[in-house]
């Protein structure tokens, strides 16, 4: 038996730059993992792929991810066993905070281990992209330089210490949707992904949350304002930045004290503006 904590994403840069051919978005982004997980066990079987979850909303057939993403491993290596699954659910759902793909990240990661294919993290993250653009980055995890379809992955110095709240509103947004209505706007500003690069690695606090940037924001905000009602609550109880991840609904706030992060969650709960609200900080700090 095998246990892996799978753990969630916050964009702390986000802007599409083209889109190709095939339909796919060509990115740039600065991803960073934090310690909101779910937790996956896994078991070897005679053959069958089996999944449980105690979050009731969940498909657990051949639509979920983690279904597809050891279906795909079984596949591609010619593994007659198969491998039952269990996930307890924390990472809220249809946030964008890659919750399937980090959960099918770590499904890629278990079945390597179970069947002892000592394949490298290279190889893992060749499946992962197969499965969805977040998943090679959800394998690789920390702080990180995302392009092309998001499987162009460069690692960064970790992220500087710091407390993150992250709150979720109570609507779902669809993924699909927010880049089809941003393709039929013009983006009239781009964040400045090399700033908040070099930011990074300098470990400039001050540098990352001045530059904090989604031009997915503009879509999703529209549509559900509540969003921006998150961010001004968050920036007026003390965050230092306030940012949609993702293609959200999901809002992250920098704060440089943990206290005023949980005074802050507790005001966005008050007023009934999520709740699903999390005090956690950079994943590199939880080991």
């Known amino acids: 038996m095998i246990t892996l904590n799978a753990y969630a994403k916050i964009n702390l840069s986000l802007d599409v730059v083209g889109r190709l051919a095939n339909g796919y978005h060509e990115v740039r982004m600065i991803m960073q993992t934090v ?3 779910d937790t996956l066990t896994f078991e070897k079987t005679e053959g069958e792929i089996v999944l449980s979850s105690d979050a009731g909303e ?17 596949e591609t290596y010619g593994i007659s066993g198969g491998v039952k ?31 002892d294919l000592r394949l490298s993290e290279e190889d893992l993250c060749g ?12 394998i690789m995890g920390g702080t990180a330089l995302s392009e092309g379809i998001g499987e162009v992955l460069t690692k960064l ?4 210490e710091c407390a993150l709240l992250v709150a979720k509103p109570d609507i779902n947004v669809s993924t699909k ?3 089809q209505a941003l393709d039929s706007q013009s983006v009239p ?27 997915l924001e503009t879509v999703t905000v529209a549509k ?4 921006s009602e998150i961010k001004q609550e968050m920036l007026g109880n003390g965050a230092l930045g306030s940012l949609m991840s993702g293609s959200g609904p999901s809002v992250f706030g920098i704060f440089d004290d943990e206290e005023k992060a949980r005074a802050a969650g507790e005001s966005i709960e008050k007023k009934g503006l999520a709740k699903q609200v999390f005090v956690t900080g950079p994943q590199s700090y939880f080991g």
Do not use: F
């Open 127 to 138: 499946l992962g992209v197969k499965l969805g653009a977040d998943v090679p980055y959800c």
């Open 189 to 215: 500003w781009h964040p400045d992904v090399d700033g908040m690069r070099q930011a990074i690695e300098e470990g400039r606090l001050e540098g990352i949350y001045s530059r904090l940037g989604n031009v």
């Open 35 to 37: 310690g909101i997980h």
């Open 85 to 115: 699954v269990h996930l307890e659910k924390r990472i809220p759902v249809a946030a964008g905070m890659a919750g399937g793909s980090t959960d099918a990240a770590a499904t890629i990661k278990a079945m390597n281990l179970l069947y």
């Open 224 to 227: 559900h304002p509540i969003v």
């Open 157 to 160: 110095a970790p992220m500087p």
């Open 177 to 179: 949707e927010v880049y």
């Open 58 to 74: 969940l498909p657990l057939g051949e639509d979920n991810l983690i279904y597809k993403a050891a279906r795909l491993v079984k």
